[in-house]
């Protein structure tokens, strides 16, 4: 293996290993200058590195970009590498888009048919390659725990785009951003409807919102439900889980309802797909006697979830949460690099 | 290897070189010894009882080996499957080392991740790393926890 990973205590953790995972908050592997500022983090891998105050410091940190209030061209001459080994439309544009908008640059790779991993290099090589190029990687990868494993390799800072069914953490930031533009976090009633064994984003903005003392309330088709382990943190989190067989039981009740696709590209066959797919979709009948502030949110791309008419409601905010990638994603190009 | 004893069956001889490893949960006993990478074809000359009776915990296993005695990162592998389990180093027929196991507070390369979509089940250069929690065995890669039947994953 390469370098030893930093690892965080975690409360109650045995201190001879010095806890489990990547400290947002620690600094770099030994022999690099640490970052600068009050609040820094290095790698930004997994929404279990996070405590509720780095989450809070990020989405206030978006706010000031999103309002214009920064220095202008303050990555002015740094440089991310974009690693996308799977599709990704939004996740990679905004990261695009948010590095050029700091007056810095990007390369990227499209995929593993574009890059030496056709070849049979190993990730961890491509890693410490890339990390000779560029100033931070940016990284989505099909394999669960790829960044993590990213992060060790690296001697730049890793920021994960998605690694499998594991963990999207940029996606979680822009999802709780576009709830807090609108109300709290804390407190609300928090709907998960579709795919949440397979759906990361699910996965992490749950763990997320564990932190903010929601009441969470899943709706998955039968086989889908949300992985055993991530329910058990959930509880262990104090978070109050309540499972519903259909949205009707429960969307009135809902401040926010997160809705996500069947992910096709991680059923072993397509039968398997087609006996689950269109189980569930959003339409505006639906949305007779909701909350009147009801969010109704999606990462996007959808495929028939939700009814295109909805997107004529208020409730609709999945467009302006994409469009919210840009500042969030600002804000973490600019935490790990600043 | 072993004697006639005249009460009622066979017992196991003193070893003169190796380790003893005392108080294994019931029924675990092959299975530490898989851990320890010891099977039919290796050259060591072992004794295995199973279903010992113990003053103390009821019902025990017992496994002496001749001539190796056991490194600590053996000894605490040990602990995930026999935690109460004792250690005595032998040497000339006399114990001089006793120790308890410890489970430790990570295991690389000991459990391999049953999560096939997991980075550490690739050609990667990266040993499975899991974290030993009241709740089981979690993978420090892709999360994934094991609960039970810690034997059946063990490398």
């Given at each position: 293996?390469?370098?030893?990973?930093?690892?965080?205590?975690?409360?109650?953790?045995?201190?001879?290993?010095?806890?489990?995972?990547?400290?947002?908050?620690?600094?770099?592997?030994?022999?690099?200058?640490?970052?600068?500022?009050?609040?820094?983090?290095?790698h930004?891998?997994?929404?279990?590195?996070?405590?509720?105050?780095?989450?809070?410091?990020?989405?206030?940190?978006?706010?000031?970009?999103?309002?214009?209030?920064?220095?202008?061209?303050?990555?002015?001459?740094k440089?991310?590498?974009?690693?996308?080994f799977?599709?990704?439309?939004?996740?990679?544009?905004?990261?695009?888009?948010?590095?050029?908008?700091?007056?810095?640059?990007?390369i990227?790779?499209?995929?593993?048919?574009?890059?030496?991993?056709?070849?049979?290099?190993?990730?961890?090589?491509?890693?410490?390659?890339?990390?000779?190029?560029?100033?931070?990687?940016?990284?989505?990868?099909?394999?669960?725990?790829?960044?993590r494993?990213?992060?060790?390799?690296?001697?730049?800072?890793?920021?994960?785009?998605g690694?499998?069914?594991?963990?999207?953490?940029?996606?979680?930031?822009?999802?709780?951003?576009?709830i807090?533009?609108s109300?709290?976090?804390?407190?609300?009633?928090?709907?998960?409807l579709?795919?949440l064994?397979?759906?990361?984003?699910?996965?992490?903005?749950?763990?997320?919102?564990?932190?903010?003392?929601?009441?969470l309330?899943?709706?998955?088709?039968g086989?889908?439900?949300?992985?055993?382990?991530?329910?058990?943190?959930?509880?262990?989190?104090?978070?109050?889980?309540?499972?519903?067989?259909?949205?009707e039981?429960?969307?009135?009740?809902?401040?926010?309802?997160?809705?996500?696709?069947?992910?096709?590209?991680?059923?072993?066959?397509?039968?398997?797909?087609?006996?689950?797919?269109?189980?569930?979709?959003?339409?505006?009948?639906?949305?007779s006697?909701?909350?009147?502030?009801?969010?109704?949110?999606?990462?996007?791309?959808?495929?028939?979830?939700?009814?295109?008419?909805?997107?004529?409601?208020?409730?609709?905010?999945?467009?302006?949460?994409?469009?919210?990638?840009?500042p969030?994603?600002?804000?973490?190009?600019?935490?790990?690099?600043? | 290897?072993?004697?006639?004893?005249?009460s009622?069956?066979?017992?196991?001889?003193?070893?003169?070189?190796?380790?003893?490893?005392?108080?294994?949960?019931?029924?675990?006993?092959?299975?530490?010894?898989r851990?320890?990478g010891?099977?039919?074809?290796?050259?060591?000359?072992?004794?295995?009882?199973t279903?010992?009776?113990?003053?103390?915990?009821?019902?025990?296993?017992?496994?002496?080996?001749?001539?190796?005695?056991?490194?600590?990162?053996?000894?605490?592998?040990?602990?995930?499957?026999?935690?109460?389990?004792?250690?005595n180093?032998?040497?000339?027929?006399?114990?001089?080392?006793?120790?308890?196991?410890e489970?430790?507070?990570?295991?690389?390369?000991?459990?391999?991740?049953?999560?096939?979509?997991?980075?550490?089940?690739?050609?990667?250069?990266?040993?499975?790393t899991?974290?030993?929690?009241?709740?089981g065995?979690?993978?420090?890669?892709?999360d994934?926890?094991?609960?039970?039947?810690?034997?059946?994953?063990?490398?």
């Open positions: 293996m390469g370098s030893e990973p930093v690892f965080r205590r975690e409360e109650g953790f045995c201190p001879c290993h010095g806890g489990r995972r990547n400290d947002p908050g620690a600094g770099p592997p030994a022999g690099q200058k640490t970052p600068e500022g009050s609040h820094t983090m290095y930004i891998i997994s929404i279990h590195d996070f405590e509720k105050n780095d989450l809070d410091h990020l989405l206030d940190r978006a706010k000031e970009f999103d309002t214009g209030n920064y220095r202008s061209r303050v990555l002015d001459g440089l991310a590498a974009l690693l996308f799977e599709p990704s439309t939004r996740t990679r544009m905004s990261f695009a888009t948010a590095m050029a908008r700091l007056g810095g640059n990007s990227s790779v499209d995929s593993v048919e574009a890059s030496s991993i056709a070849k049979g290099e190993t990730l961890a090589d491509t890693i410490r390659v890339v990390s000779g190029y560029a100033d931070a990687i940016v990284l989505r990868h099909p394999k669960e725990g790829a960044a494993l990213a992060s060790e390799f690296a001697t730049v800072p890793v920021i994960n785009a690694d499998g069914a594991g963990q999207h953490p940029s996606q979680t930031l822009l999802d709780l951003y576009t807090r533009q109300m709290p976090i804390e407190g609300l009633d928090v709907g998960l579709g795919d064994r397979y759906g990361r984003t699910a996965h992490s903005l749950a763990l997320a919102l564990s932190l903010y003392g929601v009441t309330h899943t709706i998955a088709p086989g889908l439900e949300m992985p055993a382990n991530i329910a058990l943190e959930l509880r262990e989190h104090g978070v109050e889980v309540v499972e519903h067989a259909d949205v039981e429960v969307i009135r009740e809902l401040d926010v309802l997160y809705v996500t696709r069947i992910q096709r590209e991680r059923f072993p066959d397509s039968a398997s797909y087609y006996n689950v797919a269109s189980s569930y979709r959003i339409t505006p009948e639906q949305l006697g909701v909350r009147e502030d009801l969010m109704i949110l999606h990462p996007l791309p959808r495929a028939g979830e939700i009814d295109p008419a909805v997107d004529r409601t208020p409730h609709a905010r999945y467009f302006e949460q994409a469009r919210n990638g840009v969030v994603r600002m804000a973490l190009l600019h935490e790990v690099m600043k | 290897m072993s004697r006639k004893d005249p009622g069956g066979l017992v196991i001889s003193p070893i003169k070189n190796g380790t003893v490893i005392d108080h294994i949960t019931a029924g675990e006993a092959l299975n530490v010894l851990i320890l010891i099977t039919g074809s290796t050259q060591e000359c072992l004794s295995i009882a279903n010992v009776r113990s003053k103390r915990v009821g019902k025990k296993d017992i496994v002496k080996i001749e001539n190796r005695e056991l490194r600590t990162e053996e000894v605490d592998r040990i602990a995930l499957l026999a935690p109460h389990a004792k250690i180093i032998i040497r000339d027929f006399q114990v001089v080392e006793k120790k308890g196991v489970i430790p507070c990570v295991l690389r390369g000991v459990v391999k991740c049953p999560n096939p979509g997991c980075i550490t089940n690739t050609n990667e250069p990266v040993e499975s899991f974290e030993v929690l009241d709740k065995l979690q993978c420090l890669y892709c994934w926890l094991i609960k039970n039947d810690i034997a059946s994953h063990i490398i």
